[in-house]
């Protein structure tokens, strides 16, 4: 019967072992593609493996929104979840700025020792239960420590007794008091100088909110300045374009657009009262940034000076009208946008 059972498991962990060192599995829909992967297929009682659940897909057509499989503190019950990274975005292919991953990985472990199906992890699209999309299962060894049935089995050693003494709190106990005597020195200090302290009455300063459109402006022109493609340095110069023109969006029309790659941004835009030919410029310039940030192209010198030029006249055609009026011997700026509240379009 023993060899019977020894047999059996040779055969399964054999199976194991005859797949490829990282167990992948991976399904597909339409637009959107879900891996697994394992990096061991068996561990001894007490080890660790990982499991990287990754999603794939295309923004070309509109953000979607993935749910990742909730799990808790364990898989299946013999399969515990010791820890978990936060849910990663990052952008696979430098070549295809469309396409978007988001990856989380997970550490489990086992004490009980055996052959476990791990079941399909479960993606959820756009909130819709119903185009769930899920992964491969896959199998899972925990075995035992081997042990040397030769030998005695020996009990387990008493504990120690210790006997008590004062003189080990002694230290601790006066670190106490000390504590004790500078904490109440700092309170009465604290409350001495409270009472002796008048109270000034500061004169208030209005500081005038910085538009948008004014900074931007003054970091393009610094930017044309300091010629830094001129010099060689064309991520430099392309980086600092770029934040300079999603900084500027974030102010002006409330877009998180530090946080979204260019095609993001582009379909935020698409509720923006804006000419066609002014997307068609800030795609330009964000668009070129990836390029040379990701894909280390290399510009000609027109398409660098085109990339500022087109920065800043989005920045002149959106920006909001300030005016500044005095009240009571106070400043504030007024602002209003040009023509009837909507961003203008450029000829340039």
Known sequence: MRKAVYSLQFIV???????????????????????VELDTNAILIGQQAKIKLQVEYKTDQGDIKIDFPKITDTIIKQIEVVGQTKIERFIPDSNDMSRLAQTQTFIITSFDSGYYAIPPFKFIINGDSSKAIETEPMLFAVNTVAVDTTKNIKDIKPPIEVPFS????????????????????????????????????LPEIIIPKIPPHVTALERLEKLKEEKLWQQGKLKQYHSELADITRQYIEHRFYIHAMEQVTDEIMYSFRTVDMGDELKMKLRQV??????????????????????????????????????????????????SEITDNKPLTTDH
């Open 166 to 201: 004062w003189k080990e709190y002694l230290p601790y106990i006066y670190w106490g008091l000390g504590a004790l005597a500078i904490l109440a020195g700092i309170i009465y200090l604290i409350r001495y100088y409270l009472k002796k302290r008048k109270p000034k009455l």
């Open 13 to 35: 962990y054999s199976l194991l072992i005859a797949t490829p060192i990282l167990f992948s599995f991976s399904s597909f829909s339409q637009n959107v593609r879900v891996s």
């Open 286 to 335: 964000l668009f070129l940034s990836d390029l040379v940030k990701f894909a280390k192209e290399q510009p000609l010198p027109n398409e660098n000076d085109l990339s500022w030029s087109n920065a800043y006249q989005f920045v002149m055609a959106t920006k909001l009208e300030t005016q500044q009026t005095t009240v009571s011997g106070q400043l504030s700026v007024v602002s």
